[in-house]
């Protein structure tokens, strides 16, 4: 069974940072591509940035120069450097992978159960 996890959100004042987490666990052979998405109060959930396996990165267009994704592949992570937070990142923020499972002969996507982050004005 795979499993991400997220870790990092919290509360933190406009201007500030924050870096999320999230690890991969369980029988996985490979992972293709990584992202995070996030979903504030009655809005549908979106994109925020995503990597492939090959470290190609793409962001939405709110939070280019000031967010970051990367990934270990050694420890089946990735990270969100978040910079110069403002009140409308305010969301909860879920991890999301394509992982190719032992014995599987496709990939997956798989969701983590959300962090939240607060920015307060």
């Known amino acids: 069974q795979v499993q991400l996890v997220e870790s990092g959100g919290g509360l933190v004042q406009a201007g500030g940072s924050l870096r999320l987490s999230c690890a991969a666990s369980g029988s996985i052979f490979n992972i293709n591509t990584m992202g995070w998405y996030r979903q504030a109060p009655g809005k549908q959930r979106d994109l925020v940035a995503r990597?492939?396996?090959?470290?190609?990165?793409n962001y939405e267009d709110s939070v280019k120069g000031r967010f970051t994704i990367s990934r270990d592949n050694a420890k089946n992570t990735v990270y969100l450097q978040m910079n110069s937070l403002k009140p409308e990142d305010t969301a909860v923020y879920y991890c999301?992978?394509?992982?190719?499972?032992?014995?599987?002969?496709?990939?997956?996507?798989?969701w983590g159960q959300g962090t939240q982050v607060t920015v307060s004005s």
């Open positions: 990597i492939t396996s090959g470290d190609s990165t």
């Open positions: 999301n992978a394509d992982i190719n499972s032992y014995g599987s002969r496709r990939y997956l996507n798989y």
